[in-house]
């Protein structure tokens, strides 16, 4: 337990740096704001490319994989949409808190680190966790936001949100790099260099970048907060665990990943969602602080049950 500890605590080193360097405005909100822009469009997209070109994309996608992981999550999903509900908030916020109850920080944090810490053979499974995430949650929280602002759905609703799955960087790269391996083109290794040494600055950026992002947060809010932090780190990745072990069968080294990526704090993308549709912004912001700190712990414990466990 102490080994896999040990093992985390750089990554979390790294983001309590950014988290100092933001609290004492030595790195500005500002200067946050574009270092996360060239992480999300420059080092983890070359990252993603790279792992995806390197994979055997016949072998990739596994329906039990899918399933699982849609299973235990949407199994949440209703759960923390259900007490939301029972607390009498509107759509809008209800909807919000279901998504912050099972949407990880996979690209930011679960990519580097659980390829880091697992092995190559993680890439595979935590670029479906992130595909799935991105192309199935982020599309639904934006549809129920929508439906409860306007009140009926329609093709005019469907156009941007495909055209804004079809831009993100993240989608793009993977796809782009599995389209590669696909065609079993050789990588240049003049082309290999540049992915290699442009996708090395991923891993300390993007930590860096969400340490200096928590500087922001408050912790107002702390009942629901906490309820989300808890639902995230503790129910998400139990019931993910569930379906993918009891239920579905998956592959017990890729139902690990999967559930490693289960157990990551809140993504930092949500605050973005919330800020953008003006819906329980200060509840958010503080689910990610806390749920991020939190997982100093928890994400140890999860790691070492799947693998010495």
Do not use: C
């Not at 999903?77 to 509107?90: D, E, Q, S, T």
């Not at 989608?171 to 083109?185: D, E, F, N, Y």
């Not at 860096?208 to 780190?233: C, D, M, N, V, Y």
């Amino acid at each position: 337990m102490l080994e896999i500890f040990l093992k985390t605590l750089p990554f979390f080193l790294v983001i309590g740096t950014g988290w100092a360097a933001g609290k004492t405005r030595f790195f500005p909100a500002e200067a946050t704001a574009w270092l996360t822009k060239f992480v999300f469009y420059f080092a983890l997209s070359a990252m993603l490319f790279r792992f995806a070109a390197t994979l055997d994309v016949d072998s990739l996608f596994h329906p039990h994989f899918v399933l699982a992981y849609l299973t235990g999550s949407l199994a949440i999903w209703a759960l923390a949409f259900g007490v939301a509900k029972w607390r009498a908030l509107p759509l809008d916020q209800t909807a919000m808190e279901a998504h912050v109850a099972i949407t990880g920080n996979t690209g930011f944090l679960g990519v580097p680190m659980l390829v880091a810490l697992l092995g190559p053979m993680a890439v595979g499974p935590v670029l479906m966790v992130l595909t799935i995430d991105l192309v199935v949650f982020s599309t639904l929280i934006t549809l129920l936001i929508t439906v409860a602002r306007s009140g009926r759905l329609t093709l005019a609703i469907l156009w941007p949100l495909l055209r804004g799955i079809v831009a993100n960087p993240m989608i793009v790269s993977m796809v782009a790099g599995l389209a590669w391996a696909k065609l079993h083109v050789p990588m240049p290794a003049p082309l290999d260099g540049y992915l290699a040494l442009l996708g090395a600055s991923a891993t300390p950026g993007a930590l860096f970048a969400i340490g200096a992002s928590l500087a922001e947060r408050s912790a107002e809010r702390l009942g629901p907060a906490i309820w989300l932090s808890t639902a995230k780190l503790v129910l998400h990745p139990l019931a993910v665990a569930v379906a993918a072990l009891t239920v579905f069968h998956v592959e017990p080294f890729a139902a690990g990943v999967m559930i490693a990526a289960a157990s990551l704090p809140v993504a930092g993308n949500s605050y973005i969602l919330a800020h953008h549709f003006g819906v329980a912004v200060h509840r958010v912001s503080a689910a990610i602080l806390i749920s991020t700190a939190a997982s100093i712990a928890t994400v140890p414990v999860v790691i070492h049950w799947i693998t010495k466990g």
